[in-house]
Protein backbone atom coordinates (compact mmCIF):
# COMPACT_ATOMS: atom_id res chain seq x y z
CA UNK A 1 0.00 0.00 0.00
CA UNK A 2 1.64 3.15 -1.03
CA UNK A 3 1.27 6.57 0.94
CA UNK A 4 -0.02 8.37 -1.72
CA UNK A 5 -2.09 11.41 0.45
CA UNK A 6 0.27 14.29 0.47
CA UNK A 7 0.86 15.45 4.16
CA UNK A 8 1.32 18.56 3.45
CA UNK A 9 -1.55 19.19 1.81
CA UNK A 10 -3.60 17.72 4.98
CA UNK A 11 -1.60 20.06 7.23
CA UNK A 12 -2.85 22.65 5.46
CA UNK A 13 -6.48 22.01 5.96
CA UNK A 14 -6.28 20.41 9.32
CA UNK A 15 -3.30 22.06 11.63
CA UNK A 16 -3.83 19.89 14.20
CA UNK A 17 -2.86 17.25 12.46
CA UNK A 18 0.87 18.41 12.53
CA UNK A 19 0.96 17.69 16.33
CA UNK A 20 -0.70 14.23 15.40
CA UNK A 21 0.99 12.63 12.42
CA UNK A 22 4.86 11.88 12.31
CA UNK A 23 6.30 12.85 9.39
CA UNK A 24 7.15 9.09 7.60
CA UNK A 25 3.45 7.95 8.85
CA UNK A 26 1.88 6.20 6.34
CA UNK A 27 -1.67 8.70 6.01
CA UNK A 28 -3.17 5.42 3.63
CA UNK A 29 -3.11 3.41 6.70
CA UNK A 30 -4.44 5.51 8.98
CA UNK A 31 -7.22 5.57 6.44
CA UNK A 32 -8.17 2.22 6.25
CA UNK A 33 -8.06 1.93 10.13
CA UNK A 34 -10.41 4.76 9.83
CA UNK A 35 -8.71 7.10 12.13
CA UNK A 36 -8.81 9.33 9.33
CA UNK A 37 -11.55 9.67 7.12
CA UNK A 38 -11.43 9.48 3.24
CA UNK A 39 -10.73 13.16 2.65
CA UNK A 40 -8.26 12.99 5.51
CA UNK A 41 -10.12 14.43 8.45
CA UNK A 42 -10.13 13.49 11.95
CA UNK A 43 -13.43 13.27 14.12
CA UNK A 44 -12.99 14.00 17.84
CA UNK A 45 -13.01 10.33 18.77
CA UNK A 46 -10.51 9.17 16.02
CA UNK A 47 -8.26 12.29 17.28
CA UNK A 48 -8.33 11.11 21.00
CA UNK A 49 -7.55 7.67 19.97
CA UNK A 50 -4.99 8.78 17.86
CA UNK A 51 -3.32 10.37 20.76
CA UNK A 52 -3.32 7.75 23.01
CA UNK A 53 -1.74 5.22 20.29
CA UNK A 54 0.80 8.12 19.71
CA UNK A 55 1.76 8.72 23.00
CA UNK A 56 2.24 4.76 24.39
CA UNK A 57 4.36 4.54 20.83
CA UNK A 58 6.51 7.73 22.57
CA UNK A 59 6.92 5.29 25.56
CA UNK A 60 7.87 2.15 23.88
CA UNK A 61 10.33 4.08 21.29
CA UNK A 62 13.23 4.04 23.49
CA UNK A 63 12.45 1.06 25.39
CA UNK A 64 12.66 -0.84 21.59
CA UNK A 65 16.13 0.96 21.01
CA UNK A 66 17.14 -0.83 24.21
CA UNK A 67 16.50 -3.87 23.17
CA UNK A 68 17.94 -3.65 19.44
CA UNK A 69 21.13 -2.48 21.19
CA UNK A 70 21.66 -6.28 21.67
CA UNK A 71 18.71 -8.24 19.44
CA UNK A 72 18.45 -6.85 16.37
CA UNK A 73 15.56 -9.13 15.61
CA UNK A 74 13.35 -8.21 18.65
CA UNK A 75 9.79 -9.85 18.74
CA UNK A 76 6.79 -7.18 19.97
CA UNK A 77 3.55 -8.90 20.85
CA UNK A 78 0.20 -7.04 20.81
CA UNK A 79 -1.85 -8.96 23.44
CA UNK A 80 -5.90 -8.58 22.67
CA UNK A 81 -4.86 -6.78 20.18
CA UNK A 82 -8.51 -6.39 19.02
CA UNK A 83 -8.29 -3.82 15.63
CA UNK A 84 -4.76 -4.47 16.13
CA UNK A 85 -4.68 -0.41 16.20
CA UNK A 86 -1.53 -0.03 18.54
CA UNK A 87 0.09 -2.68 16.69
CA UNK A 88 -0.16 -1.20 12.76
CA UNK A 89 0.82 2.62 13.77
CA UNK A 90 3.92 0.79 16.01
CA UNK A 91 5.32 -1.17 13.42
CA UNK A 92 4.54 2.04 10.80
CA UNK A 93 6.91 3.76 12.89
CA UNK A 94 9.03 2.18 14.95
CA UNK A 95 10.10 -1.09 12.77
CA UNK A 96 9.44 -0.45 9.05
CA UNK A 97 12.38 1.28 8.58
CA UNK A 98 14.87 -1.68 10.10
CA UNK A 99 15.93 -4.37 8.14
CA UNK A 100 13.88 -7.38 11.37
CA UNK A 101 12.10 -7.16 13.97
CA UNK A 102 8.45 -8.32 13.70
CA UNK A 103 5.01 -7.16 15.22
CA UNK A 104 2.57 -10.35 16.53
CA UNK A 105 -1.22 -9.49 17.18
CA UNK A 106 -2.87 -11.96 19.90
CA UNK A 107 -6.62 -12.10 19.69
CA UNK A 108 -9.59 -14.50 20.56
CA UNK A 109 -12.03 -12.55 17.72
CA UNK A 110 -11.21 -14.65 14.74
CA UNK A 111 -12.79 -12.25 12.49
CA UNK A 112 -10.53 -9.21 13.82
CA UNK A 113 -7.57 -11.33 13.22
CA UNK A 114 -8.15 -12.42 9.32
CA UNK A 115 -9.10 -8.22 8.90
CA UNK A 116 -5.75 -7.62 10.51
CA UNK A 117 -4.23 -10.22 8.19
CA UNK A 118 -5.48 -8.61 4.96
CA UNK A 119 -4.71 -5.05 6.27
CA UNK A 120 -1.34 -6.50 6.93
CA UNK A 121 -0.74 -7.97 3.07
CA UNK A 122 -2.22 -4.42 1.35
CA UNK A 123 0.23 -2.44 3.18
CA UNK A 124 3.28 -4.64 2.81
CA UNK A 125 3.85 -5.00 6.79
CA UNK A 126 5.55 -8.97 5.77
CA UNK A 127 6.56 -8.93 9.49
CA UNK A 128 3.13 -8.20 10.72
CA UNK A 129 1.40 -11.60 12.01
CA UNK A 130 -1.77 -12.04 13.88
CA UNK A 131 -2.65 -15.46 15.76
CA UNK A 132 -6.64 -16.49 17.01
CA UNK A 133 -5.28 -17.52 20.16
CA UNK A 134 -6.95 -17.94 23.85
CA UNK A 135 -4.24 -17.04 26.76
CA UNK A 136 -3.27 -20.49 27.44
CA UNK A 137 -2.83 -21.28 23.77
CA UNK A 138 -0.47 -18.17 23.28
CA UNK A 139 2.02 -19.28 25.80
CA UNK A 140 2.16 -22.94 24.44
CA UNK A 141 1.78 -22.59 20.77
CA UNK A 142 4.61 -22.88 18.41
CA UNK A 143 3.71 -19.51 16.28
CA UNK A 144 5.14 -17.78 18.73
CA UNK A 145 8.87 -17.93 19.86
CA UNK A 146 9.74 -19.10 23.59
CA UNK A 147 11.00 -15.94 24.69
CA UNK A 148 10.13 -12.06 23.68
CA UNK A 149 11.00 -8.83 23.75
CA UNK A 150 8.05 -6.34 24.93
CA UNK A 151 4.95 -7.23 25.75
CA UNK A 152 1.52 -4.65 24.83
CA UNK A 153 -1.71 -4.65 25.98
CA UNK A 154 -4.13 -1.48 25.23
CA UNK A 155 -7.29 -0.76 27.26
CA UNK A 156 -7.14 -4.57 27.18
CA UNK A 157 -10.34 -5.29 29.30
CA UNK A 158 -10.88 -6.22 32.67
CA UNK A 159 -8.83 -9.85 33.25
CA UNK A 160 -6.92 -9.12 29.51
CA UNK A 161 -4.43 -7.14 31.12
CA UNK A 162 -3.63 -10.06 33.65
CA UNK A 163 -3.79 -12.54 30.17
CA UNK A 164 -1.24 -10.29 28.94
CA UNK A 165 1.03 -10.43 32.11
CA UNK A 166 0.69 -14.15 32.56
CA UNK A 167 1.95 -14.61 28.69
CA UNK A 168 4.35 -11.99 29.28
CA UNK A 169 5.78 -13.79 32.40
CA UNK A 170 6.05 -16.71 30.55
CA UNK A 171 8.03 -15.93 27.72
CA UNK A 172 9.98 -13.80 29.96
CA UNK A 173 9.56 -10.42 28.48
CA UNK A 174 12.11 -7.57 28.45
CA UNK A 175 9.28 -5.19 28.86
CA UNK A 176 5.41 -4.91 29.38
CA UNK A 177 3.45 -1.99 28.33
CA UNK A 178 0.05 -1.87 29.65
CA UNK A 179 -3.09 0.56 29.69
CA UNK A 180 -5.68 -1.56 31.39
CA UNK A 181 -9.23 -0.79 31.25
CA UNK A 182 -13.19 -1.66 32.39
CA UNK A 183 -11.23 -3.87 35.78
CA UNK A 184 -14.28 -5.37 37.52
CA UNK A 185 -13.36 -9.07 38.53
CA UNK A 186 -12.13 -7.36 41.84
CA UNK A 187 -14.84 -5.23 42.43
CA UNK A 188 -17.02 -8.24 41.80
CA UNK A 189 -15.27 -10.36 44.58
CA UNK A 190 -15.45 -7.06 46.66
CA UNK A 191 -19.54 -6.73 46.46
CA UNK A 192 -19.14 -10.64 46.81
CA UNK A 193 -17.88 -10.27 50.62
CA UNK A 194 -18.92 -7.00 51.47
CA UNK A 195 -21.18 -8.11 54.40
CA UNK A 196 -18.90 -10.27 56.01
CA UNK A 197 -15.31 -7.57 55.03
CA UNK A 198 -17.47 -5.12 57.49
CA UNK A 199 -17.02 -7.31 60.20
CA UNK A 200 -13.65 -8.29 59.47
CA UNK A 201 -11.89 -4.52 59.24
CA UNK A 202 -13.07 -0.81 59.16
CA UNK A 203 -11.07 -0.71 55.83
CA UNK A 204 -14.58 -2.13 54.50
CA UNK A 205 -15.74 1.91 54.25
CA UNK A 206 -13.28 2.17 51.63
CA UNK A 207 -15.48 0.03 48.93
CA UNK A 208 -19.08 0.18 51.03
CA UNK A 209 -21.11 2.65 48.18
CA UNK A 210 -21.34 0.43 44.92
CA UNK A 211 -19.17 3.90 43.19
CA UNK A 212 -16.75 3.49 45.63
CA UNK A 213 -16.45 -0.69 44.94
CA UNK A 214 -16.05 0.25 41.10
CA UNK A 215 -13.39 2.77 41.59
CA UNK A 216 -11.64 1.20 44.51
CA UNK A 217 -11.25 -2.15 42.69
CA UNK A 218 -10.17 -0.61 39.83
CA UNK A 219 -7.41 0.77 41.84
CA UNK A 220 -6.64 -1.95 43.91
CA UNK A 221 -6.41 -4.11 40.76
CA UNK A 222 -3.50 -2.11 39.60
CA UNK A 223 -1.27 -2.14 42.87
CA UNK A 224 -1.79 -6.04 42.88
CA UNK A 225 -0.71 -6.20 39.06
CA UNK A 226 2.32 -4.20 40.06
CA UNK A 227 3.10 -6.79 43.12
CA UNK A 228 2.81 -9.39 40.78
CA UNK A 229 5.58 -8.12 38.34
CA UNK A 230 7.41 -6.68 41.03
CA UNK A 231 7.45 -9.96 43.06
CA UNK A 232 8.64 -11.82 39.20
CA UNK A 233 11.28 -9.64 39.11
CA UNK A 234 10.54 -6.71 37.06
CA UNK A 235 10.86 -3.29 37.85
CA UNK A 236 7.71 -0.92 38.04
CA UNK A 237 6.88 2.67 36.44
CA UNK A 238 3.12 3.98 36.65
CA UNK A 239 2.43 7.09 35.39
CA UNK A 240 -0.35 8.30 33.07
CA UNK A 241 -0.51 8.06 29.40
CA UNK A 242 -2.70 11.24 28.26
CA UNK A 243 -4.33 13.94 30.33
CA UNK A 244 -7.44 12.65 31.77
CA UNK A 245 -9.65 14.80 29.41
CA UNK A 246 -8.96 12.46 26.94
CA UNK A 247 -9.23 9.61 28.15
CA UNK A 248 -10.66 7.99 32.36
CA UNK A 249 -8.90 4.91 31.12
CA UNK A 250 -5.62 6.51 31.45
CA UNK A 251 -2.91 4.29 33.77
CA UNK A 252 0.36 3.53 31.80
CA UNK A 253 2.19 0.84 33.40
CA UNK A 254 5.48 -0.08 32.59
CA UNK A 255 7.59 -3.22 33.69
CA UNK A 256 11.27 -3.86 32.96
CA UNK A 257 13.04 -6.94 33.72
CA UNK A 258 15.62 -6.40 35.99
CA UNK A 259 16.01 -10.38 37.71
CA UNK A 260 15.60 -8.68 40.62
CA UNK A 261 12.34 -9.63 42.82
CA UNK A 262 11.36 -7.42 45.38
CA UNK A 263 11.72 -9.03 48.43
CA UNK A 264 8.34 -8.20 50.89
CA UNK A 265 6.38 -7.63 46.99
CA UNK A 266 4.78 -11.34 47.27
CA UNK A 267 4.30 -11.13 51.36
CA UNK A 268 2.51 -7.59 50.60
CA UNK A 269 0.34 -9.15 47.91
CA UNK A 270 -0.79 -11.98 50.20
CA UNK A 271 -1.11 -9.37 53.36
CA UNK A 272 -3.46 -6.89 51.13
CA UNK A 273 -5.61 -9.67 49.26
CA UNK A 274 -6.50 -11.57 52.90
CA UNK A 275 -6.91 -7.37 54.64
CA UNK A 276 -9.52 -7.10 51.80
CA UNK A 277 -11.36 -10.27 51.78
CA UNK A 278 -10.22 -11.00 48.31
CA UNK A 279 -8.69 -15.06 48.62
CA UNK A 280 -10.97 -15.96 45.28
CA UNK A 281 -7.66 -14.25 43.52
CA UNK A 282 -4.89 -15.87 44.94
CA UNK A 283 -4.72 -17.95 42.19
CA UNK A 284 -4.67 -14.88 39.46
CA UNK A 285 -2.39 -12.30 41.41
CA UNK A 286 -0.44 -15.14 43.34
CA UNK A 287 0.42 -18.23 40.82
Partial sequence: ?????????????????????????????????????????????????????????????????????????????????????????LYDLLLKQHAAGQVVGIETRADLVEKSKVLAADCGFDRMDFQHLSVEQSITSDALPKTVDIVTALHACNTATDDAIQFGLKKQAKYMVLVPCCQ?????????????????????????HPIHTREFGSQITNVLRCLQLEAAGYSVTVTELVGWEHSMKNELIIAKYTGQKRKNATERLDAILSEFNLQDLQTRFLA
Fill in 1 to 89: MQNSDNLKSLHSTSPDLKTLIQPNQSITLLKALHILTVDGKLNQDSRRKLKQVTHLINFIAPLLSEVLVNNPNPTIVDHGAGKSYLGFI
Fill in 184 to 208: AEVAEVLRKHKNESFGKTPLSEIWR
